[in-house]
């Protein structure tokens, strides 16, 4: 068996994994730490309950209390291979912007895809979390249903700092399916969805280029065609009639070849 160690404020944490776990083999993962600059107040209290292996990911289950209530909070995780500079980025589950305080909370942390499967060495983690505050607020974005490709929607906000240069992403899901770079904090934004864009459901994630832990997301919305796909096809459909019945004549009398015109007929004198 090889041992993992994971060390909070409090408790020693102790975890077991198969000999024949080639990933996890090499990798050591300690000092486990829920950051003392969390600004968790005497209102608040974060509880690691258990991690565990899964698959080759970390698991992480925690317990967010607080007394006051619709609060909600920004968590992320850090690891030591940057001295705990950049959150982690595979991974998943109650972590990120807007997480609400409950118990039974997971984070799940996909190691392998994020160091590599090559990775020998030890990691050590850190989640920090904080009151969740965003650094722009919309305005009545929640009235933008549906957006039409290539066509300019104006984006309105407030709040800020005048100097912040953001990056706005469009996701389906999971998956980052364009990006609107270097969007200055004006107060408004004409957005236009490329047309290579597929129709779907998506959501923005609009960030500070230079902090990245201020965030906020969008609700979903709906992405559809400029012109619907119909309206494309029925003028070429009536191109097809007009042609047809043009080059059908009628009567079903067949129209006579080009030619030189025939020498008139007169009566003998």
Request: charged share 25%; proline share 7%.
């Amino acid at each position: 068996m090889f041992k993992l160690r994971f060390l909070d404020t409090k408790k020693d944490y102790i975890c077991y994994v198969p000999e024949s776990h080639s990933f996890m083999q090499k990798l050591l993962l300690t000092s486990l730490v829920v950051c003392a600059s969390c600004n968790l107040l005497a209102a608040q209290e974060f509880t690691i309950n258990r991690l565990e292996l899964s698959e080759g990911k970390v698991v992480i289950h925690y317990d967010l209390r607080d007394t006051v209530a619709g609060r909600s909070y920004t968590i992320n995780t850090y690891a030591s291979l940057d001295n705990f500079v950049t959150p982690l980025q595979k991974i998943t589950g109650d972590v990120g912007t807007e997480v609400k305080p409950g118990l039974g909370r997971k984070i799940t942390w996909d190691a392998p895809a994020e160091l590599g499967p090559s990775f020998v060495g030890k990691v050590s983690l850190e989640i920090r979390g904080r009151v969740f505050v965003p650094f722009i607020k919309l305005d009545r974005f929640e009235d933008y249903k549906t957006f039409k490709r290539g066509k300019p929607y104006t984006i309105a906000w407030n709040g800020g700092r005048s100097s912040t240069i953001m990056n706005w992403d469009l996701y389906r899901g999971e998956e980052k399916v364009a990006t609107f770079p270097n969007v200055a904090n004006s107060g408004n934004y004409d957005l236009v969805v490329p047309t290579t864009v597929k129709p779907g459901t998506y959501r923005l994630k609009i960030a500070d280029s230079k902090n990245k832990d201020e965030v906020i997301y969008t609700n979903n919305f709906k992405v559809k065609r400029k012109f619907p796909l119909l309206a494309k096809v029925i003028p070429i459909i009536g191109l097809g009639i007009l042609v047809s019945t043009l080059a059908g004549g009628g009567g079903g009398e067949v129209a006579p070849e080009d030619g030189p015109l025939p020498t008139p007929q007169f009566p003998p004198n």
